[in-house]
């Protein structure tokens, strides 16, 4: 079956270091996208791709960065300038206007 | 100002009754909405689009409002099941992003 994937599901990380969060999707979309939701909050959009090899900032890119090098794959890197990282993780993928969510990855800064 | 925005609730109603939620969106230029189901800890599921000329599915009907730029979810007969948030969201003017509200929580008791 066709799907997104996320891994890991729960991720915990000491202050200063840079951690790597997977998605990887088998339903042949072009566009992913990776959204951070907080607490009693909707989800806030902080880098997608809409093909190969291209990326773009979303509303809260500062301290993540990306890469999209295989239309499958669209890593995520939290990195040590993100001073708030504790969240949930999402990410999804889209096709002419139909969206799929990964199950999600939650960083917890320890 | 937010780009959706929802009431956050919690609404909290007895097993069946009927419960509405209201959302509007600032950008006239997006062209989709939909309402998202989200659980607890879990990633948000496609409940249903909204069109113009309303729409139902089962127990739930969702309304669009262009010139007021509103949105409304109506779920009637609630279960138990209903329990959860409810997110609106908007396609973005240029089609390639959702816009989330923070989502209104719904809690229905026995």
């Known amino acids: 079956d066709g799907g997104i994937t996320q891994s890991p599901k729960y991720l915990f990380r000491k202050e200063g270091q840079n951690v790597t969060l997977s998605c990887e999707q088998n339903?042949?979309?072009?566009?992913m996208y990776w959204y951070r939701q907080d607490p009693g909050q909707g989800l806030r959009l902080i880098y997608y791709s809409q093909i190969v090899n291209d990326f773009q900032k979303g509303d809260i890119a500062e301290g993540y960065s990306v890469s999209r090098e295989k239309k499958e794959s669209f890593p995520l890197t939290v990195t040590s300038a993100q001073k708030n990282p504790t969240a949930f993780y999402l990410c999804?993928?889209?096709?002419?206007?139909?969206?799929?969510f990964g199950s999600g990855t939650r960083l917890t800064v320890v | 100002r937010k780009e959706v925005e929802q009431d956050p609730g919690p609404f909290n109603v007895p097993e069946g009754a009927t419960v509405a939620f209201n959302c509007t969106y600032s950008n006239s230029a997006s062209q989709s909405f939909f309402w998202y189901r989200q659980d607890c800890r879990k990633e948000p599921k496609l409940l249903m689009s909204?069109?113009?000329s309303g729409n139902e599915d089962g127990r739930f009907t969702a309304q669009l409002n262009r010139a007021s730029q509103y949105i409304s979810l109506l779920i009637r007969d609630s279960k138990l099941s209903d329990s959860a948030t409810y997110l609106c969201?908007?396609?973005?003017?240029?089609?390639?992003?959702?816009?989330f509200g923070s989502g209104t929580r719904l809690l229905v008791r026995p």
């Open positions: 909204v069109y113009s």
């Open positions: 999804a993928s889209s096709l002419d206007g139909t969206y799929t």
């Open positions: 339903l042949n979309h072009d566009a």
């Open positions: 969201v908007a396609l973005g003017g240029s089609s390639y992003k959702l816009i």
